[in-house]
């Protein structure tokens, strides 16, 4: 079978699925293709950019929002916070990346736009957005932290219970719409 840019990204995120960030290393996705390293350079010139393409691929199994209501929006956060948790490591993969990207493209610009539909203006729905975003993302890195400590040590008791994603995210959301 030929090397190809979608074999290469499939086989990164099964590796991610399995065996989480820490392990996606070059080497050892050359392995699980069985080529040289060098050979995956051809279609990612650096880790970073097979990391980029990684949280696209991500990304892109979840549409774009579009709410009517509020209601809709806090939906689509979940479904995001669930698709960043249904791969070990991809919060960090996704986040990282987005992190380092201008906030008026992709994800960043999509849910800024959505907030904008929804009736925030366009000095403050920027702003908003980069914070739902930190919500978002915050709430994920804490149930991904939860998750591997409860994997290392089965017999710690975590004394918190998760907080509930659609609730806090309705209570920002609610923030937003208070006079100052």
């Keep these: 079978m030929a090397l190809s840019r979608d074999l290469v990204l499939s086989t990164a995120i099964q590796i991610l699925d399995r065996y989480g960030l820490s392990d996606l290393t070059m080497r050892r996705l050359a392995s ?15 880790k970073q950019s097979l990391l980029a393409a990684l949280c696209d691929e991500i990304l892109n199994q979840l549409p774009a929002p579009s709410p009517t209501r509020q209601s809709e929006l ?37 849910l800024t736009d959505a907030l904008q539909r ?10 908003a957005s980069l914070g739902l975003m930190n919500l978002i993302f915050g709430q994920a890195f804490s149930i991904d932290q939860q998750r591997s400590v ?20 309705a209570c920002y959301l609610r923030g937003l719409e208070l006079p100052r």
Excluded: C, N
């Design 118 to 127: 929804l009736g925030l203006s366009s000095d403050t729905a920027p702003a």
């Design 32 to 46: 699980e293709l069985h080529v040289a390293v060098s050979a995956l350079y051809w279609h990612f010139p650096s």
């Design 74 to 110: 806090v939906e689509w956060a979940v479904q995001l916070t669930q698709l960043l948790l249904s791969h070990p490591g991809g919060t960090e993969v996704v986040w990282s990346t987005i992190s380092m990207q201008d906030w008026s493209v992709g994800i960043g610009q999509q």
């Design 150 to 169: 409860s994997r290392l040590l089965p017999s710690l008791k975590l004394d918190r219970p998760p907080v509930a994603l659609g609730l806090s995210i």
